[in-house]
């Protein structure tokens, strides 16, 4: 593995977005021209390449004030524990440091990586969503 390198991206190749989003096995990477304008209309997309190849993902909606949302961190199976998740999170938060409100939808063992990133649950807060996928529980 070379050196990680990340990058404020938006552009980013479609044949490179959809084999990242389909090493985790998510099902937006089944709707790749609707995944791709999502990224490129997000507020901020930071990459990570190892050489030519994305390896990881994350991007962050916001109202540019006070409330940002971080929809998607994605960071391929071979490269996972090694960091670059935790990068891109710091990434996120130097980016929106001093908002009102940073949030987040995690499950499984997400939950365990964002809580050592310094999110936590909000007392009795939950998450409610209508999503069109199958891959959660």
Known sequence: MNKVKYEYQKDIPKDQVIALY?????SSAEKPDLLLKALRNS???????????LVGLGNAISDCYLVVYYPHLVVHPEYQGKG????????????YHGFHQQSI?????????????????????KSLWIYKGNDHD
């Open 22 to 26: 389909k090493s985790v096995n998510w």
């Open 43 to 53: 507020h901020t997309v930071v990459t990570a390449w190892d050489g030519e190849r």
């Open 84 to 95: 670059i998740g935790t990068q891109i999170v710091k990434l996120m938060q130097n980016r």
């Open 105 to 125: 939808i995690a499950d499984g063992k997400a939950v365990k990586f964002y809580k050592k990133c310094g999110f936590v649950e909000t007392g009795n807060c």
